[in-house]
């Protein structure tokens, strides 16, 4: 179980990074130099296994995937997924704890699908496996969601209104900051639903925009 769970996170990890990378690609080039772009990406990112190369590798394929995501549906139905999913990341973190579990497996298979966030910038020099045995102390973990749905709102808004699509952007980046805040000042360091406070950030931006843009 633990042999398929590993192969099966890392085959995961590696297709949203191909995917994603491949999409922004195809924005800047044709094919078929947006097939390589993204498999060089993808060999970048298994072979140089550094912090900063795996957030670069999951920036792409969070931002690719995203903005299809949001460019194919409503910003209501976005902010409805914002909203049930921040109660069901409640639930999985605080109730259930299955959130935890799947977390822990994916640091321990070597394929944490989401942003490894050191106490240090030079430590996003630092191995990948070096800082996920730190996680917790040195390093902190972001899920992707956590990144990934805000920026689904965002983009869903661009075919309406730009101006609408960046200030949710900054309201959800000032989300992010509060989150890490939060995080960093308990007295004692548990994992925490972050999506909650950045969700909230970003919804509150909404209205921002539709009070200014509209």
């Keep these: 179980y633990k042999r398929v769970a590993k192969f099966s ?10 995917a994603g990378s491949q999409i922004i690609a195809g924005a800047f080039v044709n094919p078929p130099m947006d097939l ?33 995501l949001g460019l194919t549906i409503s910003p209501k139905m976005a902010l409805f997924l914002l909203i049930i999913l921040s109660f069901y990341d409640i639930l999985s973190v605080y109730v259930t704890k299955h959130m935890v579990v799947m977390a822990r497996n994916m640091i321990e298979s070597g394929a944490p699908f989401g942003f490894i966030v050191p106490s240090e910038g030079a430590s996003f020099l630092k191995s990948r496996k070096e800082a996920q045995a ?4 040195q390093f ?13 709102l965002a983009c869903s808004l661009v ?14 980046l000032a989300g992010l ?3 890490h805040l939060i995080f960093v000042n308990q007295e004692v360091r548990k994992p925490m639903a972050a999506l909650p406070p ?3 950030m970003a919804i509150i931006g909404y ?8």
């Design 9 to 18: 996170f890392k085959f995961f990890l590696v297709f949203v990074v191909f």
């Design 36 to 68: 390589a772009d993204a498999l060089a990406v993808v060999l970048v990112f298994i072979f140089f296994r550094n912090v900063l190369v795996h957030n670069i590798g999951v920036i792409l394929g969070i931002a690719g995937i995203a903005s299809v």
């Design 134 to 137: 730190r996680i917790g102390e």
């Design 140 to 152: 902190m973990i972001l899920g992707s969601g956590d990144v990934g749905l805000p920026l689904i």
């Design 159 to 172: 075919g309406l209104y730009v101006s609408e699509a960046i200030i949710v952007a900054i309201f959800s």
């Design 177 to 179: 900051l509060l989150t």
């Design 198 to 200: 950045i969700a909230t």
């Design 207 to 214: 209205l921002v925009a539709l009070l200014i843009v509209r």
